[in-house]
C-alpha cells in the first residue's frame, strides 16, 4: 500500500509542480525533505519567510503520508501549528524531518522538525493534522 520515493516524487511533479520541496527519503511513518532558498524566498531582515517554512513541513507530512498509505491525492490538511524557534540561515537549505505520531483510519497526525542545513538547531517545529478519505488507509493488524 505506501509508495516509495520515486513514486512521490514523480506525482509531486506531476501534480504539485509549483513546489520547490525535494523528497531525500522516505520511511516508515516518515520523511526527509530539502527545499534551497534563494532571494524568492526571504522576507525583510534576510530570514526565510514564515509562509517557506510552514509550506515545506505541509509538504514533508504531505509525504510521510503518501509513504505510509500510498498515493492518495485527495488526503488533506486539516490542521497545521507551527512554533518559530530561530531565525534560519539565508544562505542554507532547510531540511525537513517529519515523523507521524498518530496513523488513524480518518486522521493523520504528524510532527515535523525544520532545521537550516549544517545546524543543528531546530529553526522550527511544527505538528500538522491531515485527514483520509475514507477506505484510504489500511485496517491495523495485531
Known amino acids: ?3 516509495s520515493k520515486e513514486e ?5 511533479a ?3 509542480p509549483q513546489t520547490k520541496c525535494k523528497v531525500e527519503a522516505v520511511g516508515e511513518n516518515s520523511a526527509t525533505l530539502s527545499h534551497d532558498i534563494g532571494i524568492d524566498e526571504l ?12 509550506s515545506v513541513a505541509d509538504v514533508a507530512i504531505y509525504v510521510a503520508i503518501l509513504g505510509t498509505i500510498g ?3 485527495l488526503t488533506v490538511t486539516t490542521s497545521l501549528s507551527i512554533n518559530f524557534l530561530r531565525k534560519p540561515s539565508a544562505q542554507a537549505r532547510i531540511i525537513a ?13 504528524g510532527e515535523v522538525a525544520l532545521y537550516s542545513e549544517g545546524f543543528s538547531d ?3 517545529h ?13 485496517p491495523k493488524r495485531d
Open 71 to 73: 498515493i492518495v491525492p
Open 43 to 54: 522576507r525583510p531582515g534576510g530570514t526565510v519567510s514564515g509562509p517557506v517554512l510552514m
Open 97 to 109: 524531518e517529519c515523523t507521524l505520531i498518530k496513523v488513524g483510519r480518518t486522521l493523520i497526525v
Open 1 to 3: 500500500m505506501s509508495a
Open 8 to 12: 512521490i516524487a514523480d506525482f509531486l
Open 126 to 138: 511544527v505538528v500538522g493534522t491531515y485527514s483520509v478519505p475514507p477506505k484510504s488507509v489500511p
Open 14 to 16: 506531476s501534480e504539485f
Open 122 to 124: 531546530m529553526v522550527a
